[in-house]
């Protein structure tokens, strides 16, 4: 469950040093991102309300809740939720963006469907040039 490394990490170091199959890689990865997306999805919401309590509890000063990042904001209003979900994966982490935007209210089906999209085509593309540079490195050095 480390963010941004499972996919971009992971699936060419398999393919390449462990000798795994592309298949093999990909199926591991995407189901092990799909697992901790699983579980920030379900339970992202509630983790968000007990740090924010405990926060709270701490703090002596008596501030009103923070509004909305507006960055956040505009990107959501922008691209939507399907967009966010998607591009999460593959510009900063699957594990951040399914987190953020289940905590904005939008379908936990619809987050986890599109975000672990976004995760299957960055590992499908890592896989395919994990296996392409695995050739082009291969060929240059036997020559």
């Known amino acids: 469950m480390v963010p941004f490394l ?5 699936v ?9 199959p592309p298949i ?3 199926i591991i990865a995407i189901l092990g991102n799909a697992t901790s997306v699983l579980i920030i999805v379900l339970f992202g919401g509630e983790m968000n309300k007990l740090f924010n309590t405990i926060y709270h ?3 002596k ?16 209003d922008r691209f939507g ?5 998607f591009l999460s994966s593959i510009l900063i982490s699957s594990q951040v963006g ?16 599109w975000t672990n999209l976004g995760v299957s085509s960055v590992a499908i593309v890592m896989a395919t040039l994990s ?3 695995e050739g082009l490195v291969s060929s240059l050095v036997n020559l």
């Open 12 to 20: 060419p170091t398999a393919i390449i040093v462990f000798n795994f």
């Open 81 to 85: 939720a399907t967009g966010v979900c």
């Open 61 to 76: 000063q008596n501030k009103p809740p923070k509004k909305m990042n507006t960055r956040v904001k505009k990107t959501f």
């Open 131 to 133: 296996v392409v540079a």
């Open 6 to 10: 499972e996919v971009f990490i992971t």
């Open 57 to 59: 509890k701490f703090r």
């Open 98 to 113: 399914a987190g953020t935007i289940s905590t904005l209210g939008v379908s936990k089906r619809q987050v986890f469907i």
């Open 24 to 26: 093999v890689a990909l």
